[in-house]
């Protein structure tokens, strides 16, 4: 008990003396020892690297799982070591209500049998956001926690105690001073011409006494100093691994990104599956629709305006050809045609397009129409408007907009 207490009675002395020394460096009214430049810039490096690898890990939390309560849910788990409970994404459970409520419309209806194509491809979406989910969270995001929670506190821990340790070196560089200074003070010549001599016997005594004070204190800076310098080194080395952590972080970000285009191209894939299957089924139910996929008549169709427009460098697509629909060639008369009610929509022109005769409207490219089509026209074309101007445009030249 007694060697607790003097530990204690030691420990708050030093921690006053420290508090002294840093109170006094603030005011101005002590030195400080100052760092070496290279250690200087490895700290400053490392606090960069906490500061964004900490704004990177909480965005990227936010990106995976913008739901904040189930973040905290997440954050509970994992502190109090226990497994998180598997969650449906919102995908899956939207296509759970699709299909949930195809049943009640009727499955052989075409709209619960879509709702029931719909929903299947809502939850291979979900599947595919679950496996995105659980990669990035291992190769990603736990590594940065990692950094943050582990390596991170021990480089802050060894920085604390080099603080500690420039503060105990300054305290001992103050005190050998002021021992000096007290030593040559005493040392200074008495007066001999002092009626009692008693004042030189306590002046030699004085300046030994001081002798022995700034031998005590060259002695306690020796020790300081070593102290400082062995802690100094330790932490050097700690911050110089910085470096590996961003070799670390490097290819945890090619992990991230290589786990992002696989989901991203799944979805992808997914949807224009999705596209392909409902056009099949539902071709002929919506005259009136957009269509850009292959016709039944088994007359390929050029690429979409979407991908068209997406690929770099892409060419202008070929000349579609014209209608040989008799009913459409002895019937559709371009100055007759009125727009619908409904169905029309903006398009950006994607190439510029020299119409080939008068039934057809000539192109600039990135200007925009108004297009729309009519009942009985081939799927490759639209009617186009620009101000007065109407005619037939194709739709490969086109990329229609929402």
């Given at each position: 008990m007694d060697f607790n207490v003097k530990k204690l009675a030691s420990d708050a002395g030093v921690f006053f003396t420290r508090a002294v020394q840093y109170t006094e460096e603030k005011l101005g009214q002590?030195?400080?020892t100052e760092l070496d430049a290279h250690l200087e810039n490895l700290i400053a490096r490392a606090d960069c690297t906490k500061n964004w690898t900490d704004k990177i890990f909480r965005q990227t939390e936010v990106l995976l799982q913008p739901n904040p309560s189930a973040r905290i849910e997440?954050?509970?788990?994992?502190?109090?070591?226990?497994?998180?409970?598997?969650?449906?994404?919102?995908?899956?459970l939207l296509g759970q209500y699709m299909q949930d409520a195809a049943k009640d419309f009727g499955p052989g209806t075409p709209y619960g049998s879509t709702l029931i194509t719909v929903g299947d491809f809502q939850k291979r979406l979900g599947g595919a956001e679950r496996e995105f989910l659980q990669t990035s969270a291992i190769n990603f995001l736990t590594p940065l926690r990692n950094f943050l929670e582990g390596d991170w506190k021990t480089i802050s821990k060894e920085r604390r105690l080099l603080e500690n340790r420039r503060l105990d070196l300054d305290v001992c560089k103050a005190r050998l001073k002021k021992a000096k200074l007290a030593e040559a003070k005493a040392a200074a010549a008495p007066d001999f011409q002092e009626t009692r001599p008693r004042n030189y016997v306590l002046s030699a005594s004085a300046s030994a006494l001081w002798s022995e004070e700034v031998d005590k204190a060259e002695h306690e800076l020796r020790v300081a100093q070593t102290e400082f310098d062995r802690q100094a080194e330790v932490t050097r080395l700690l911050l110089e691994g910085i470096s590996s952590t961003h070799v670390n972080h490097l290819r945890c970000l090619h992990e991230f990104v290589e786990a992002q285009a696989a989901y991203y191209t799944q979805c992808h894939k997914h949807m224009q599956d999705l596209q392909k299957e409902l056009s099949s089924a539902n071709g002929d139910t919506f005259p009136n629709a957009f269509a850009v996929n292959a016709s039944t008549s088994g007359v390929s169709t050029a690429p979409s305006p979407l991908s068209s427009a997406t690929l770099p460098g892409a060419s202008s697509p070929s000349r579609p050809p014209n209608p040989s629909n008799a009913l459409e060639a002895s019937t559709l008369k371009i100055e007759e045609v009125k727009p619908p009610a409904t169905g029309t929509r903006k398009a950006k022109v994607l190439y510029d397009y020299d119409a080939a005769d008068t039934s057809e409207l000539s192109l600039l490219a990135d200007e925009l129409i108004t297009v729309y089509t009519v009942p009985g026209m081939d799927p490759d074309w639209l009617i186009g408007e620009r101000g007065n101007q109407k005619g037939k445009?194709?739709?490969?030249y086109l990329e229609l907009l929402s």
């Open positions: 002590a030195e400080k997440e954050f509970f788990y994992e502190k109090l070591d226990r497994k998180i409970p598997s969650r449906i994404t919102n995908a899956e445009v194709p739709v490969t």
